[in-house]
Every structure is written in structure tokens, then in C-alpha cells.
């Protein structure tokens, strides 16, 4: 799987959209971008994924470049729960064996109010 | 929403002693996962299941570790003989099949060993 890069920490106002930056310039084809996010030590939670269309849920919007080396999860207003270390990780599809998920380190997102 | 329920949600044991955490996947899942974090580290990936057997695991996942999936709807992690550096929050997770892309996570248990 695909190395990511992602700030150690981000602050951001409540209320304001906060935008995460995650760089995975070495990603395959055929590999997706997922993230996740993990809010004091509870179990991580599903936010987002895509491989290279923009895409929205309730949750978040995820804008992934052109080329793939990079993409952004954006909280569009963002507030105090939202604090939390969030995931970028990049994945294969799950159509060879278990396809685990690999963890960094994260960023720490902080919303201060 | 369905969800991974994981019990018990902290246990405290002596070195030395056997542990089983315990977990109930999304009903109609098929792959399962353990990984576990201890305290201010990283999630880490303990060992993958899928139709009743192994699918891939971990160097944390040594002789000491075993899983089980007993019935259909539970799926255990025993650890033998705990050591101090287990002291860690196990976390379950499950998907549904090889075409399902997202993983999800149950809220983990919390293992002390003293």
C-alpha cells in the first residue's frame, strides 16, 4: 500500500470548514483513498472514500487532485466533536485476500470554539 | 446502523493469566479483523479472518494470540499467557465481502495487565 504524509496537527475554529491535507504521491492506480478518523481512544470510524472523483457524504467532502498525489477531507462546519485524529490512508479494493487497513499517525484536529 | 460489538469494554488481569475478548461482527460480514493500540501509539493490525481461517497476520501475532470464530456470530481473540506490554485497547473490526471496501471498527476492549 501507498505511504501517506499528513500534518502532525491542524487547529481550526468551530463553525469553519476544516480542510485536511494528505499527500500519497507514490498511489497505484488502482488504489483508493480512504479516511478515517478516531475521536479519543473509541474504536476508528469510517468517514470517506474515493479513488478519483470528488466525493460527498454527510460527513465530509473528499477532493482528490488530478494526478492522484494528493487529496483533501474537508469537515464543512466543523464542530467540537469533530476533534479527533484523522486517518488518510491509501488501500487496494478488497478483491485480493483481507486487505487490511494500515495506520499512521494521523492528524490531530483540534476545534477550538 | 448496524454495528461491532465488543465486550467486555476494559478487563483487568494478572501477568501470566488467559484473556478472551470477545466480538459480534455486522451480521452479514464475512472478513474479520483484530488490531489493538497501545496507549499513544499507532492502530495496528493484529491478524485477518475469513471463512474460517487466517487470512494474513501480523509479528505482534505470535504464538500467544489465537482466533476463533465459534458460532455464527461471534468472533474471539484469546490471548495465552498475558504479558505487561499486552496492556493495549483491542479493537474488532469487520467487512462485508471482497468487493466491500470500507471496514468497520467496533469501540474496543481495554486491557490492563498487572
Known amino acids: 500500500d501507498a505511504k501517506t504524509t499528513q500534518p502532525t496537527s491542524m487547529d481550526c475554529a468551530e463553525g469553519r470548514a476544516a480542510n485536511l491535507p494528505c499527500n500519497h504521491s507514490?498511489?497505484?492506480?488502482?488504489?483508493?483513498v480512504y479516511w478515517y478518523r478516531q475521536i479519543h481512544s473509541q474504536g476508528p470510524q469510517y468517514i470517506i472514500h474515493g479513488l478519483k472523483n470528488n466525493e460527498t457524504n454527510e460527513m465530509a467532502s473528499l477532493i482528490i487532485t488530478e494526478d492522484r498525489k494528493s487529496s483533501t477531507l474537508i469537515l464543512p462546519h466543523a464542530t467540537l466533536r469533530d476533534t479527533a485524529v484523522y486517518y488518510c490512508i491509501v488501500r487496494a479494493p478488497g478483491l485480493q485476500g483481507a486487505q487490511k487497513l494500515v495506520f499512521g499517525q494521523g492528524t490531530r484536529l483540534t476545534i477550538n470554539p | 446502523e448496524p454495528e461491532v460489538t465488543q465486550t467486555p469494554s476494559h478487563q483487568v488481569t494478572q501477568m501470566g493469566q488467559e484473556v478472551i475478548l470477545r466480538c459480534v461482527p455486522i451480521s452479514n460480514h464475512l472478513y474479520f479483523y483484530w488490531y489493538r493500540q497501545i496507549l499513544g501509539q499507532k492502530v495496528e493490525f493484529l491478524v485477518s479472518f475469513y471463512n474460517n481461517e487466517i487470512s494474513e497476520k501480523s509479528e505482534i501475532f505470535d504464538d500467544q494470540f489465537s482466533v476463533e470464530r465459534p458460532d455464527g456470530s461471534n468472533f474471539t481473540l484469546k490471548i495465552r499467557s498475558t504479558k505487561l506490554e499486552d496492556s493495549a485497547m483491542y479493537f474488532c473490526?469487520?467487512?462485508?465481502?471482497?468487493?466491500?471496501?470500507?471496514?468497520?471498527f467496533g469501540e474496543g476492549s481495554w486491557l490492563t495487565v498487572v
Open positions: 507514490t498511489i497505484s492506480g488502482n488504489e483508493y
Open positions: 473490526a469487520s467487512r462485508v465481502d471482497r468487493s466491500g471496501n470500507t471496514i468497520y
